[in-house]
């Protein structure tokens, strides 16, 4: 069937705002991006940009801040994802209990996630720098008397205490979806049967949940990865340590770090190179998750 | 039973205890605020001496010219409204014709829009800001540090995951509702805008939801498009610029922070069901 021309100007009609914000700021940056990855642009407008290939890349492979800031990620990102799913995974148990105020468990511990991440992780500061000292010195608990985020290794706990503290709620929503879904029935046969809590969790409710912890998994990975709001706020990167003899700043996440390159070291070739290399460990991740979940799905 | 009460009330009992302790930064930030400057050195942790400090420090606040809190928090309204009309309106639209034309043309864009989920802001970033200076250049047109810029940027951002859930409840949608208007004489449009438009409403409220949250909280592309210190700023640009300019004043820092929540809070207890499922929906979906 020929399409009448009225159909095809509301097609163009109706698509056009949103196709032309698209590619006005995701395709034609994204092109340009790239491209400027492989010159020496300095991000000011109209000044001619010199080809130098893969030189910015080779660049990144010397640069130990930003070896280190990536180390540091990879180990955040894994760390908080394997924190965040247990904690989620323990209130969405809990508030699936017949408890008496479970829903407004589950709306509190939620909550975190409506607040934007700078500001919790200015609250969260405050907290660590005054609060807390303050509650060591009252209850003579030793460790709490310094701030943890003046250590470099406690800083590095302290920011992943915190996005689990904020995410969890959230990821335990996509648990407490999961666990509804089991069949009562199930559990009451394996009940009947003899098998205790334990058991009816370990063979029952677990493998019943598991597509929501390869969603969970991905979903907290990426995050934490992509990571900046909390990251600023609550550390701004500090405190600084040594890494293979050179001073690096101890919580600088990727995302922190590529700004920082771009906008305080007004490197903008390099951190745009570095965004890059951003870009590809995460097209790689969505990759593995859209492989993982199909896996899932054809097992059922 | 009377062991499965116990244990239920065990539960209930560390469930609590457990959601106190989640709750206690937000003691602090409260009782803080509160207090005067001298209180927060001395005694963090306790009630403050009078509430009527809180008085002062709200008249602080409005009155600080480097927070310009009151010019922030319009600034922010007007950004995330703006933001989420003309992105809930022209996703809402692009996904109805987008379901409704099989073309190779419509298939191909679609997935363009699925595809650019994944591509992280970071790596669009710092050419989108010269990208903006290049079309002011050109056009004349300023779109750094102006409302009508951020929000052309929010469109772009947030149009994707839109147009997907709008996409998946079209699909949905009988055609021959569509056809019956069609023969009773609606042109296309009318068909959109009288009969689509309010069946949406269910999934319209879901992409509200997504962006106004992520847009209200939002401070990576507001940093970049309009920066600190700008005549318009964000609530939370305002806040990192108040923090970071001067001596930090926790007791004012913390009166600012506490309203920058308190809105969002506010509509998450009215409307949480819609808030948690809408947020869950629309990432897992994503």
């Known amino acids: ?118 500001i919790l992780g200015y609250i969260w500061q405050f907290v660590f720098n005054s609060a807390l000292p303050r509650l060591g010195d009252l209850l003579s608990i030793g460790f709490l008397r310094k701030s943890m985020l003046a250590d470099p290794r406690t800083a590095f706990f302290a920011l992943v205490f915190v996005v689990s503290w904020q995410y969890a709620g959230y990821i335990m929503m996509i648990y407490v979806a999961a666990l509804q879904n089991v069949p009562q029935e199930l559990l009451e046969a394996a009940a009947i049967d003899g098998a205790g809590p334990w058991q009816r969790l370990r063979h029952i409710t677990l493998p019943m949940i598991a597509p929501a912890f390869t969603v969970n998994s991905f979903l907290t990975l990426v995050n934490s990865f992509k990571q900046f709001d909390v990251n600023v706020s609550l550390t701004g990167g500090m405190p600084t340590t040594t890494f293979a003899g050179e001073p690096v700043f101890a919580t600088e996440l990727l995302a922190m770090n590529i700004y920082n390159t771009a906008l305080a070291m007004n490197d903008y070739a390099r951190g745009q190179a570095k965004a890059v290399v951003f870009f590809v460990v995460l097209a790689v991740l969505s990759l593995l998750q859209v492989y993982f979940n199909k896996k899932r799905e054809v097992e059922l | 039973m009377r062991r499965r009460k116990a244990y239920l009330l065990l539960l209930e009992l560390v469930t609590a205890l457990l959601f106190v302790l989640y709750f206690s930064p937000f003691y602090i930030l409260v009782v803080n605020a509160f207090k005067s400057r001298y209180e927060v ?58 379901v409704r034309t099989r073309s190779r043309v419509s298939t191909f864009v679609f997935m363009m829009y699925v595809a650019a989920m994944v591509i992280p802001f970071q790596v669009v970033m710092l050419p989108l800001v010269s990208w903006m200076r290049m079309i002011h250049q050109w056009t004349g047109i300023p779109m750094l540090r102006t409302y009508h810029g951020l929000i052309f940027a929010y469109l772009g951002f947030g149009s994707s995951l839109s147009i997907f859930l709008y996409h998946g409840f079209i699909k949905g949608i009988p055609k021959e509702l569509e056809e019956a208007a069609i023969i009773d004489g609606c042109s296309r449009p009318q068909v959109f805008f009288r009969i689509i438009l309010p069946i949406l409403r269910p999934v319209t409220v879901t992409v509200l939801i997504l962006n106004g949250i992520w847009i209200w909280n939002d401070f990576l592309l507001p940093l970049l498009m309009l920066g600190i210190g700008n005549e318009i700023q964000t609530i939370p640009l305002a806040i990192a610029g108040f923090i970071g300019s001067f001596v930090k004043q926790w007791e004012l820092i913390m009166l600012a922070l506490l309203l920058a929540i308190v809105p969002v809070v506010v509509l998450f207890l009215l409307a949480q069901k819609h808030i948690i499922r809408g947020m869950v929906e629309g990432s897992v979906k994503g």
């Open chain 1, 1 to 118: 069937m020929r399409q009448s021309t009225e159909a095809k100007v509301v097609f163009w009609g109706f698509l056009s705002p949103t196709l032309f914000a698209f590619l006005m700021i995701i395709v034609i940056p994204f092109i340009l991006g790239v491209y400027y990855s492989f010159t020496e642009w300095t991000g000011v407008a109209g000044a001619s940009n010199a080809w130098v290939g893969l030189q910015n890349y080779a660049d990144l492979l010397r640069e130990k801040r930003f070896f280190y800031s990536f180390a540091v990620t990879a180990a955040y990102s894994l760390v908080s994802m394997v924190v965040i799913n247990l904690v989620a995974f323990v209130l969405a148990l809990l508030v699936t209990q017949e408890l008496k105020g479970r829903n407004i468990y589950r709306a509190g511990f939620f909550l975190p996630n409506v607040i934007g991440g700078l």
């Open chain 2, 41 to 98: 050195l001395t005694d963090v942790l306790g009630l403050p001496d009078s509430w009527s400090q809180a008085m002062a420090n709200l008249r602080a606040i409005l009155a600080n010219p480097n927070l310009r809190f009151g010019a922030s928090a319009l600034s922010s309204v007007i950004i995330t409204s703006c933001s989420l009309v003309v992105i809930a309106l022209f996703s809402a639209m692009a996904a109805w014709v987008l």
